[in-house]
């Protein structure tokens, strides 16, 4: 059984290193896919929440993740051309067992699922989403993350995420300790839900 898991994760591996330059669709850099795959794997968090599929790199790296601690992953996204391109890369990575799409608008999507969450990335594109919308995002999420979850977000430090006002929510908040992982020039903001 073990064996079979690092076939897989090999597997999954080799797509990934293959395919390392070759991601467009405000896909996350490669580096930003390894800090998502180890905050999952230090956190045990088995069920997983992306929201922004793209055309699936940081999804393949999600599922990577999912595969070797026995995890799943949701992912919601809006537009059918990247959901269509992200559905081939799961197939090509060998992840599509993994992984349950769904296409539309996650501020809709979000609301219909019952699943409990300890791992949410948010990756929604900036441009398509008033400026609230991270905020928004995460009082859809917080209901469904468990104590001890993660709630993840990308674009945080390139100007192209929150403008702030996510942040200010949290702190107000008080039930989130936040991070920041800066191992790409898009930044990943990281808040573990204390109670």
């Not at 069920?47 to 599929?53: K, R, Y």
């Not at 996204?77 to 081939?88: C, V």
């Not at 791992?119 to 900036?126: E, K, N, Q």
């Amino acid at each position: 059984m073990m064996s079979e898991i690092i076939s897989k994760t090999n597997i999954i591996h080799n797509f990934l290193i293959q395919h390392r330059n070759t991601w467009t669709d405000y896909n996350v850099p490669f580096e930003d896919g390894q800090e998502l795959e180890k905050l999952i794997l230090s956190n045990n968090s088995k069920n997983i929440l992306e929201i922004g599929t793209s055309s699936g790199h940081s999804t393949i790296w999600l599922a990577k993740a999912a595969e070797k601690i026995g995890g799943k992953v949701i992912t919601i996204e809006i537009d059918k051309g990247r959901f269509e391109k992200a559905k081939a890369n799961f197939e090509k990575a060998g992840v599509s067992h993994l992984i349950e799409m769904k296409l539309g608008d996650a501020m809709q999507i979000i609301q219909t699922l019952n699943e409990v969450f300890d791992f949410v990335f948010s990756d929604a594109t900036w441009s398509t989403q008033p400026a609230e919308g991270y905020t928004t995002f995460f009082k859809l999420c917080e209901p469904k993350i468990k104590i001890g979850g993660l709630y993840t977000m990308h674009n945080v430090i390139d100007g192209y995420g929150d403008d702030g006002r996510f942040f200010k929510y949290l702190e107000k908040l008080g039930t989130y300790k936040t991070s920041i992982i800066n191992v790409s020039h898009n930044g990943i903001s990281v808040s573990k839900k204390l109670k």
